[in-house]
């Protein structure tokens, strides 16, 4: 753990702060006091506990939080880049902590769909969970972030030793089956605004930001629906005072006017993500403590 270090505000700095930087032959703590001889001064960013960032390893004891992430390491996820090809053999598992994957279903003489969204509630390839070894889907990073990656190997060591991850990981799996069976019924029986609408908020809720860069066309491939079915809908958010975008660019305005719109999918997402988790209304959330999940 950090020793406390009081911190003072630079009111010139914007979201930044001092904090004293001393010499390692001083002793910096007189009687509770700083000796003001011993220290030099420089600024520093606030940083950001990433342990705590992925949602399933925030809910761990943090004993098996620490020995888990001791064993992982956190790699840049790259706007586009393929995390998993389907067919091959999955080789690491993901836990995000910034952006989010889009897991993608190749459809023979179509274009691919992305049937889900991977971010910091989650983990990709569910399948090392199961010992399955090739993945069935691809994975493409569409928000630049972070994310903790470990071999698959690691994950299923630590499953068997483990049975709190593997209660957590047990109903994380089954959760995100439950949502990839509501996509099936929302591409069915809902209009394209209505799906769209849950994919903002969606979005929103997994980058935590009301300002979403993606296109048209990613939006088509989440949808399942041409670029042109998008570019109407979104005209239709935008005349409404709902949304403002631009190409690659989209800002929420109204969010309470978009979940009046979204189908009853987004809430059924989050009452799923809820009874797998119950200690959790919705994501993302403040995981400060973990969340009991061995007496379920």
Not at 105 to 115: R, S, W, Y
Not at 210 to 239: C, K, P, W, Y
Request: some cysteine; glycine content about 4%.
């Amino acid at each position: 753990m950090r020793r406390h270090i009081p911190r003072y505000k630079l009111q010139s700095v914007t979201n930044c702060w001092a904090q004293p930087h001393v010499d390692s032959r001083c002793n910096i703590f007189d009687r509770g006091f700083y000796r003001s001889v011993d220290v030099e001064w420089r600024i520093v960013l606030p940083q950001k506990n990433l342990s705590l960032a992925n949602h399933l390893i925030a809910t761990l004891p943090p004993l098996e939080r620490a020995v888990l992430l001791a064993q992982s390491e956190l790699v840049e996820l790259e706007l586009h880049a393929m995390v998993c090809v389907a067919g091959e053999i999955s080789r690491h598992v993901w836990f995000p902590v910034e952006g989010f994957v889009s897991i993608i279903l190749p459809v023979p003489a179509a274009a691919d769909m992305a049937v889900a969204q991977v971010g910091p509630e989650g983990m990709f390839q569910t399948s090392a969970v199961f010992d399955v070894e090739h993945s069935a889907f691809h994975g493409r990073v569409q928000a630049a972030g972070r994310a903790f990656r470990m071999t698959r190997t690691i994950l299923q060591q630590h499953l068997q030793q483990s049975r709190c991850l593997r209660a957590v990981l047990n109903r994380y799996g089954d959760a995100r089956l439950s949502q990839l069976a509501q996509q099936t019924v929302c591409i069915n029986h809902h209009s394209v605004e209505q799906r769209l609408a849950r994919v903002l908020l969606m979005t929103r809720d997994r980058l935590c930001s009301n300002e979403i860069f993606l296109t048209h066309d990613v939006f088509s491939n989440m949808l399942g629906v041409r670029r042109e079915s998008v570019t109407q809908a979104a005209s239709a958010f935008q005349r409404r005072g709902f949304i403002s975008y631009s190409r690659g660019y989209v800002m929420l305005l109204d969010e309470d006017a978009l979940q009046s719109m979204a189908c009853g999918c987004y809430e059924a997402d989050l009452q799923t993500y809820e009874r797998a988790f119950p200690a959790v209304a919705t994501f993302p959330f403040d995981a400060d403590s973990p969340v009991d999940v061995t007496s379920k």
